[in-house]
C-alpha cells in the first residue's frame, strides 16, 4: 500500500467488503431492477424479418409476464414460434409513471435560502442555481424523478473537484462541481450496521464501451444476425468493442477510481466535512428500509393480467371475425363453399347449413378488464383523466374544483413526495454550501446554509382564486415577496430550468 497507483481492487484485503457487497448487488437486486425498467420502458427485442413466416420482426420486454398459451413456447425466431397467438401489450405502467414525472417536475423549481443576510442569501441562491442549471437543471430533477419512480429510490452523487474550487471565484466555483443521479443498477451502497440512514461508503459499479478493438472471444453472429442474414457482414470478422469495467469508491476520507481493478485516479475529501458525497432519496417512505417503495413493483401484476386478457380478447375477435358455416348431409360442400349465387340442393331431408362465428359480444370479458384499469387507477393514484382521456363527464362542479376532486389522489400523493424529495435536493445544497465554507469561495455559518425548495403550484387551480387568497395573505401580514413568488412570478430567473 506504499505505492497507492499498483493497488489492485480485486487482490487488496482493505476492498473485500466493497468487493462482497459488489457481489451481493449484481445477485440480489440488479435482476429485480432490470425487470422493473423493462416493464417501465417495454422496449421491443429484434428478433426477425417483418413479414416472415411465423411471426413478427420484435418481442415486447413485457410478454415475459404472458402465459406460455398466449406466447407460445421458442425463442422468437422466424419460424420458431410453437403455439403462439395474438399477442397485445398495453404498457399502462409507462405513462402513469411518466404522469407522475411531469406532476413532480414538469415546471421549474427555485431554491430559496433561508439566510437572514440578504447579500450572502442573494449569492447562495445564485451560486446554487449555477450549480444545478451545469448539472442539467430541470432535466437532471425529472431524470432523478424518473429513477426515484420506477426502482424506488434515487441517489445523487456530488462531485467536487477540490483543486479547482479552491483557486476559484465566488462567479466560477460552479464549474468544479457537479451533481449526478445514479441508476439503481450502477450504485451500491455500504449501509452503517448502526443507522439505515446513514452510510459508511458507496461504490458505482458499472461497464462501459470503448472505442478500441480486440480479438473476438466468440464467433461473429448472434440472434438478430442470423435472422437478418449476413451473420454480421457488415462488422469485420475476429474483431470486437473492448469493454471496460468501472468501479468508483466513495467514503468519509476520499474516492478512488478502479478500471478493469487497476488503480487509476482517486482524491481526497477534505471539503465535504468527513460525510459520503451521496444523498439519498426514497420516492415513497420505506421503513427501516434503505431502499424506498416504487411505482412500478406494485402495478406488475395487474399489468400482466391487463396483457392477458387484452390478448384473449384479441385471439377471440380473430376466430369471429368471419362467417363460418357447417354443413351436414350435403355432398361436395367443401370443394366451393357459400357464396353470392351459389346454389346448393339435395334430396337429404336432415341437411342443414349453420352459420356460427362473428364478433359477439361478451360483457363478462369487457367488464374484467375494466375492473383491471380499475384497479391500476387505485394502486397507482393516476387516473385517466390525469393523461389527458376524458371518459364520463366531470360533474357540474367548476372546471378547477372538478378537476381537483377528481385528481385529489394523485395531488396527495405528489405532495407526500415532494417532502422526500425536496429534503433531498436540500441536502445537497447544505453540501455544497460546506464545501464552499471550507474552501473559502462562500463563507457561511450552519445555520446560513439552510435553503428551501419552492415548488410550482399544481396546473389544478383558478387564476382568480389564487390572485383572492394571495390578496387575503398580504391582509394576514405575509410578506408581499413571498406572497409573489408562491404565485410564480420573480424578480429574475424563476428557478431551476
Not at 437532471?140 to 424523478?145: I, T
Not at 406494485?298 to 362467417?323: H, I, K, W, Y
Not at 337429404?348 to 367488464?367: K, W
Not at 460546506?434 to 445555520?447: E, K, T
Amino acid at each position: 500500500m506504499a505505492n497507492q497507483l499498483e493497488m489492485r481492487f480485486d487482490a487488496d484485503p482493505d476492498w473485500a467488503l466493497v468487493r462482497l457487497a459488489i457481489a451481493e448487488h449484481a445477485n440480489r437486486d440488479v435482476p429485480r431492477y432490470e425487470k422493473l425498467w423493462a416493464y417501465f420502458r417495454n422496449p421491443l427485442e429484434l428478433v426477425g424479418l417483418s413479414g416472415t413466416a411465423g411471426g413478427g420482426w420484435y418481442r415486447s420486454a413485457q410478454e415475459m409476464g404472458l402465459p406460455v398459451r398466449i406466447k407460445g413456447r421458442g425463442d422468437g425466431l422466424a419460424g420458431s414460434e410453437r403455439g403462439r397467438r395474438e399477442v397485445v401489450i398495453e404498457n399502462d405502467i409507462g405513462w402513469r409513471v411518466q404522469t407522475m414525472v411531469d406532476f413532480m417536475f414538469g415546471n421549474p423549481v427555485r431554491i430559496e435560502s433561508t439566510s437572514g443576510d440578504e447579500a450572502l442569501k442573494s449569492s447562495v441562491e445564485g451560486l446554487l442555481e449555477r450549480v444545478w442549471e451545469r448539472s442539467g437543471g430541470i432535466e437532471l430533477m425529472q431524470d432523478l424523478a424518473t429513477l426515484g419512480h420506477v426502482y424506488g429510490h434515487v441517489d445523487l452523487l456530488v462531485r467536487i473537484d477540490e483543486e479547482l474550487l479552491m483557486r476559484s471565484s465566488l462567479e466560477d466555483a460552479h464549474e468544479a462541481i457537479s451533481i449526478e443521479p445514479i441508476d439503481a443498477r450502477r450504485g451500491v451502497a455500504i449501509v452503517s450496521a448502526e443507522d439505515y440512514r446513514e452510510l459508511d461508503g458507496y461504490a458505482v459499479h458499472f461497464e462501459r464501451d470503448l472505442n478500441q478493438t480486440v480479438a473476438a472471444r466468440r464467433e461473429r453472429g448472434g440472434r438478430v444476425s442470423r435472422v437478418f442474414g449476413g451473420g454480421g457482414r457488415s462488422v469485420p470478422r475476429g474483431v470486437e468493442r473492448k469493454r471496460s469495467v468501472v468501479t468508483e469508491v466513495f467514503d468519509r476520507h476520499g474516492w478512488k477510481r478502479f478500471e478493469d481493478d487497476e488503480l487509476v485516479a482517486g482524491g481526497s475529501s477534505d471539503l465535504l466535512g468527513g460525510v459520503v458525497p451521496v444523498v439519498h432519496i426514497q420516492n415513497m417512505r420505506q421503513p427501516f428500509v434503505y431502499e424506498g417503495i416504487g411505482e412500478v413493483e406494485v402495478l406488475v401484476g395487474l399489468q400482466d393480467e391487463l396483457n392477458t386478457r387484452l390478448s384473449d380478447r384479441a385471439n377471440r375477435v380473430t376466430l369471429q371475425s368471419f362467417q363460418m358455416y357447417l354443413a351436414k348431409g350435403i355432398e361436395g360442400f367443401s370443394g366451393t363453399g357459400v357464396g353470392p349465387g351459389v346454389v346448393w340442393s339435395t334430396d337429404n331431408p336432415d341437411a342443414s347449413i349453420e352459420r356460427f362465428g362473428g364478433d359477439m359480444s361478451s360483457p363478462s370479458e369487457e367488464r374484467h378488464i375494466d375492473e383491471i384499469r380499475e384497479a391500476m387507477d387505485k394502486v397507482s393514484g393516476v387516473p385517466p383523466l390525469a393523461g389527458g382521456v376524458v371518459r364520463s363527464k366531470l360533474g357540474n362542479l367548476s372546471s378547477a374544483n372538478a378537476l381537483r376532486v377528481t385528481l385529489m389522489g394523485l395531488i396527495a400523493k405528489t405532495n407526500r413526495k415532494r417532502v422526500g424529495y425536496g429534503r433531498g435536493i436540500e441536502s445537497v445544497c447544505a453540501l455544497i454550501l460546506g464545501a464552499m465554507d471550507r474552501a473559502g469561495v462562500l463563507g457561511s455559518s450552519a445555520g446560513d446554509r439552510g435553503v428551501r425548495v419552492v415548488w410550482p403550484e399544481l396546473a389544478i387551480t383558478d387564476e382568480r382564486e389564487q390572485v383572492a387568497a394571495a390578496k387575503g395573505k398580504i391582509d394576514l401580514g405575509i410578506p408581499i415577496e413571498t406572497v409573489v413568488s408562491e404565485l410564480g412570478y420573480e424578480r429574475a430567473d424563476p428557478g431551476i430550468v
